[in-house]
């Protein structure tokens, strides 16, 4: 627990912390601090919070007053420097003057001389970030994450909330449901959720309370780039290598003995159209757990060191809603080798942070990600170990075909005879998935513009027009395949 360990890092005499805190959970955390740091032995020590539009002022007490003139960067340094009581210094946003275009020189050198001259006294200064980068203090700054709640922590927190709501109001049932619904919000988030929905629904129970903080969450992730994807309504026909190849990593996923192997995830390569996608997003649903669709570009910001704090935010809270399955789709257009160089090394910044996080999780978080062109792929993804396995994803075999086309003509009640079917299976040869489903639902479109149901005629009809992509892209086709005999699993 990060407190325990701010005890020990501040009691052994640590002059300089950084903490990473999201925006909204600022106050949570001064509010723990203020409480624990009371307790700490030798009678404890007193909290100072600073911002730049208040200044530095006391923590505990009803009523929140800043020292005359401490706003100022410089002015609080040398207010911490002449204090001579046990205490711990909270900068909040503090690293805006120390990096970046608002740096100043002469505050860097004033931290800089104050973390060393704190070390011989019982003073610490936490600079409270929602992501820290601060190179010049290497080796005198130590980094801890504040991060999301854990279920333990929503729990108590919701009973305690529940219990102080007023008279009229019904008192929801705190269980595993709404608890789930809660994790990935900070606790600040999460009582603005549950107050707007109680406040909206007074009546509302536990199920329906659930709905509500999930509609938030969901709210909160798309704004980061995240979808929370919703299991498909069409199931993937074929590729039975890979599903059995799943299945047997289902049990394992959901296993909390430490001593076996967690699996990491799946990267799958291949054309456009052929299932990759629908694939990912079955497999959150075989495992049990939701899907995180995450749009790689969106993370793209244009301001310094926002992408990767975008990046590790969602990272963060992956792991938090875990156990999850991570989905990104189309992997070579946010990681593609060679991009760093016009981008002043954004691109491999990120995909630093990424493939750290993959080798260092403990989190059951399941990576899928998926690729169409592999010549733009880094070498570091298709290092041996990175995923657990890496499976090429070829044009449907007949057999495939044939389970593809009996799952979109169910889903449409079109009967075929035996003939007929193997017909279409027969003419469909070098269709990618993609493109049998556009042909079953063109000619249920025919069909209803005539005002008749769709018939073998209406399906010929449309097989006469579509010129499958493996015939207009035959050597992109083969440079892959080419590839996928040396470096991947066929996934069929």
Partial sequence: MIFTDLEHFITASFSLLGVTCAPSGVSSFTRELTAYAANYPDGGYQVFFWTYDKGLGKCGSQVFEPLPNTNDPLNVLEQIEDTQDKAVYVLHNFQQFLTGQKADPLVVARLFNLAHKLKTT???IILLEEDIQLPSFEGLIHILDYGLPSAAVIKAFLKQLVNRLPPGITKPHVGDTLIRSCQGLTIAEINDAVRFSLKKYPSINSEVLAQQVNQFKLAKLKRLGV???????????????????????KK???CANPKLPQPKG??????????????AKNIGSSLGVPVMHLDIR???HSLLGETEKNLRRILKTAETIAPVCLFLDEIEKGFEAGSSTHDGGVSK?????????????TAPVFVVATANKVNNL??????KGRF?????????????????????LNSFDINLSVEQLQTLVDKTEDFTGAEIAYLVREAVTIAYGGDRLCNFEDLETVLGEIVPQALRDYENIEQIRSWARVMARPAS
């Fill in 122 to 124: 019982n003073q610490t």
């Fill in 227 to 249: 979808e929370l994807s919703h299991e498909p309504d069409v199931k993937v026909g074929g590729l039975k290598t890979l599903k059995s190849w799943l299945a047997r990593r």
């Fill in 252 to 254: 394992l996923f959901a």
């Fill in 266 to 279: 799946v990267m799958m390569i291949g054309l456009p159209g052929c299932g990759k996608s629908l694939v």
């Fill in 298 to 300: 969106s993370l793209y």
């Fill in 349 to 361: 910044g990120v995909l630093g942070i990424f493939l750290n996080w993959m080798n260092e999780k």
């Fill in 378 to 383: 880094p070498p570091e993804f298709l290092r």
């Fill in 388 to 408: 657990d396995e890496i499976f090429f994803v070829d044009l449907p075999n007949p057999s495939e075909r044939e389970d593809i086309l009996g799952i979109h």
